[in-house]
Nanobody, 123 residues
């Protein structure tokens, strides 16, 4: 399995932007989809966005629709999550994942996970 490595997290003021990257190292990203999830302290890991790796179809949680954009570059084995108009409630550890089939917005359908990157949005 490819190892997934996230980068790009950090501290940003409300209304600002960040771009997260997720690179598959060691092997080609061969999963059906790349998903992004986030987990805030004391809360369950929740779906943020996903992209089907071959066709490029994208899916978003209602809370981020219109603010976040997911994309991928197959040649670089890298996926991206562009986060705009960030809000304090977006503060969480963000994880990328590889897997998914017909269902792509559930933690349980992903086989590989990155280590996570912290995103903190100050008010």
């Amino acid at each position: 399995q490819a190892r997934l490595v996230e980068s790009g997290g950090g501290l940003v003021q409300a209304g600002g932007s960040l771009r997260l990257s997720c690179t598959a190292s060691g092997r080609t990203f061969s999963y059906s989809a790349m998903g992004w999830f986030r987990q805030a302290p004391g809360k369950e890991r929740e779906f943020v966005a996903a992209i089907r790796w071959s066709g490029g179809d994208t899916f978003y949680a209602p809370s981020v629709t219109g603010r976040f954009i997911i994309a991928r570059d197959g040649a670089k084995n890298t996926g991206y999550l562009q986060m705009n108009t960030l809000k304090p409630e977006d503060t969480a550890v963000y994880f990328c994942a590889g897997g998914g089939h017909d269902i792509i917005n559930s933690v349980s359908v992903y086989d590989a996970w990155g280590q996570g990157t912290q995103v903190t949005v100050s008010s």
